[in-house]
């Protein structure tokens, strides 16, 4: 087994969803879908409130942690939504911020098709999985598909009473980057298994067996499909001693956040893995105490609000030259 290495943890920066901003996004839109879309009425709704003055900061702050063009960006946001308001105006302020990237959507389906999924955590769950109370290694979701969702989300609309459930983000380009190049070409074949692709929503066809390390044209990472559950799936057998060296150099990159009520994080699922540690001990929690964090998908839209704040601002740098 891999050495366990306490992650760092990080008190991050918090971007502010003023209160004012996060009422005009929930006047302007509902949590209408269209199939696993936020409709696209409430998209455009949501780009109007961001791109009508007032927004200028949110986005520019969404934008210079989620750039892509700058490795130096954390690749990840966590904003601060207004604790205050209901749960149905943080879903719908949730969605607009997402709508600030891309589309957002939801990969699997739940009851009635809603948006954010995810229900209070359970002890019936599996401990690792969503809504559960263990510990979850570090993944990006769905790594096994044709069309990874290109950011994931988790809103907090209670934190955990026990204290625990720290949210974890690991850095899968620093982690290749510590690698050496045998084991990123072992990486780089078609033979990895994870987990299965069934019933899931906007993220194309199954893709098993895949390669962990999927390069651009430049020869820059695109993807790193990664999941810690790869590590003990028989399917990998024979090649676990590459993937125990992944984790323990993903491990060495990996910051602690803790979340509350309001808070949203946004994850480029590009460039961050993310998961958890075990919730505090359950025992006496009532129903309707414990902690509920709901999570959405987006897609990544270059028209959308926060991408367009970066083509501007390197417009103007190359205006500047
Ligand atoms: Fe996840």
Not at 193 to 221: C, H, I, K, T, Y
Request: charged share 20%; aromatic share 4%; proline share 6%.
């Amino acid at each position: 087994m891999s050495q366990i290495i306490e992650p760092r943890a990080e008190d991050p920066v918090r971007v502010v969803l003023p209160r004012t901003l996060s009422a005009a996004l929930s006047e302007a839109a509902t949590m209408q879908m269209e199939g696993h879309r936020w409709s696209a009425q409430n998209v455009a709704a949501a780009r109007g409130v961001l791109t009508g003055g007032g927004a200028q900061m949110l986005l520019s702050a969404l934008a210079g942690r989620l750039d892509r063009s700058d490795p130096s960006s954390p690749g990840w946001a966590l904003l601060a939504l207004p604790a205050t308001v209901g749960d149905e105006e943080l879903q719908v302020a949730g969605a607009g911020v997402l709508a600030a990237l891309g589309c957002p959507f939801f990969s699997i389906r739940q009851g009635n098709g809603r948006l954010w999924i995810g229900q209070e955590t359970s002890e019936a769950k599996e401990a690792a999985s969503f809504g559960g109370t263990g510990a979850q290694t570090l993944h990006i979701d769905a790594p096994n598909v044709e069309q990874v969702p290109e950011y994931t989300s988790l809103l907090v609309l209670r934190g955990d009473p026990a204290g625990g459930g720290v949210s974890l983000l690991g850095d899968l380009r620093a982690a290749v980057a510590r690698l050496d190049e045998t084991d990123r070409e072992a990486l780089r074949e078609p033979v990895f298994f994870e987990g299965q692709a069934e019933n899931l929503s906007g993220v194309g066809a199954p893709r098993m067996p895949f390669p962990v390390l999927e390069d651009d044209q430049d020869g820059q990472p695109a993807w790193v499909r990664w999941a810690g559950k790869m590590l003990r799936d028989p399917r990998n057998t024979g090649r676990t001693a590459v993937l125990e060296r992944f984790a323990a150099a993903l491990a060495q990159t990996t910051v602690a956040v803790t979340l509350g009520r309001g808070q949203l994080l946004v994850i480029d699922q590009r460039r961050m893995a993310h998961g958890r540690t075990a919730l505090g001990p359950q025992q006496g929690l009532a129903d309707g105490t414990r902690r509920w964090i709901m999570q959405a998908k987006a897609t990544f839209d270059p028209a959308a609000p926060a991408h367009q704040v970066l083509a501007g601002a390197a417009a103007g740098r190359r205006n500047d030259a």
